[in-house]
């Protein structure tokens, strides 16, 4: 073990919480609206959309009707599960009873929406009800859009900055219009049409948009790839001289993995590690010398070695407590600085710095010992208790015991080292401390 930190990948907890939240849905067929009741503990919330004569929304609370630009909790998705056709073992279909169930197929009814365009736009992570309205208004145009190009179609039913204009206005502007609305005079429809629909957040297009805007290299490098990942635009909306780390081909490399699993790692956490932690203990870094994940990974443990030189060069251990011993059968050194014990640890594969402030305190120390009739150096452990120090632990590399011969001449120099005689360090007691 050595101090290389194993990072477990971060796996966001909202679709278990929001598949575990108590939603009901009921279908008001006289004023065509789908009521979708919320409760967290003792409180509740409910939501109303209406179809007809036109699509909105409003919250109601404490019996007042309240506007709303977006319904946080509605996800289309889980109104297609709801009505989900299942089947039994035979084979047949199941009728479902669920009042939820029946206001959820009574709703997709009221819509007069495909299928298909609704399952599309349950791919986007977000603002499903803003792009529902967007699919009921823009027709045919709207909804092929969601398919062929998903970013355009989330900037006309999303907008991105706070303006006047609403959506009926902006779902009759041209492509071209729009976007220099937004400020997207540069940015190509081709281009938006790269991006994908699994990766479309409000957020991460204005990340896109100031990239772009601010950095003309970037611009020039993100026309000549295939697609934009989420991972790609989550990297966007980083500073500019922590994305400028990379080169082209490190985005050429991200654009063709091509996955959005959260399993994954995202390179937008380690190139702001590494940053922050090149600033702060004044490591230089090169731009653009970053090309692949693998370079990115190098990168990032010469950081981390750096640092750990600077900090070790700012701690020191106490003199040894017992004097090592050099004969021509056996040779025990005191590891005297964290540099030391740092490559000991790594050489031997084992975790001594981890004991780092217990050594600084006084209460724990290591000692290297060689023998040519032992199949490798072995790691001591010495811990101090009832005024001696004790063997605490004894192995050679890689945690592999070591054989009754080495403890016995281990505990006979420990002995010796504190005047003691040897049966006070016995096998038997060897390890009572």
Known sequence: MTLDETITPYVPDWPMRLATRPIEYSWQDDCASLHICERKGRHETTWVIQTNPSIEAWQIQDQKRLPVDSLPSFRMQALLELVEPQHDEAGQFILRLNPSAAAAHAFLESLDIPKGVLATLAEFPERHFELLKAAVLGGRRFQK?????????????????????????????????????????????????????????????????????????????????????????????????????????????????????????????????????????????????????????????????????????????????????????????????PIALDQHGQRMGNCALDSLLKIIEGRVYFYLAISAHWPSEATIQVTRGHGIWWLSAIEWAHHTRVSEECKSEVLHWLADAQGLPKRAFSASLWNRH
């Not at 398919?147 to 039913?157: G, H, K």
């Not at 492509?175 to 957020?203: E, H, P, Q």
């Not at 026309?223 to 989420?230: E, K, L, T």
């Not at 600033?279 to 970053?290: D, N, T, V, W, Y």
Request: with cysteine; hydrophobic share 40%; glycine share 4%.
């Open 145 to 337: 859009m969601l398919s062929t190009n998903a970013a355009l179609a989330f900037l006309y039913a999303v907008p991105l900055d706070p303006i006047d204009l609403p959506l009926g206005s902006r779902l009759h502007l041209r492509a071209n219009d729009l976007l220099k609305l937004y400020g997207f005079a540069n940015v190509s429809i081709r281009r938006l049409s790269k991006v994908s629909r699994t990766a479309i957040t409000r957020k991460r297009l204005q990340a896109l948009h100031n990239a772009i805007i601010k950095d003309r290299w970037l611009a020039r490098v993100l026309s000549h790839i295939r697609s934009i990942s989420g991972r790609m635009l989550d990297l966007l909306g980083t500073d500019r001289k922590t994305r400028g780390l990379v080169n082209a081909q490190f985005w050429i490399e991200l654009s063709e993995r091509n996955d959005e699993t959260d399993l994954v790692s995202n390179p937008k956490s380690t190139l702001t590690e590494i940053r922050e932690n090149a600033r702060s203990f004044h490591i230089p870094l090169r731009a653009k010398s970053i090309g692949s994940e693998e370079a990115l990974a190098r990168l990032d443990q010469r950081v981390r070695g750096n640092m750990k030189s600077k900090i070790f060069e700012t701690l020191r251990f106490p003199p040894p407590p017992l004097n090592g011993v050099a004969s021509s059968r056996l040779c025990i050194t005191p590891i005297s600085d």
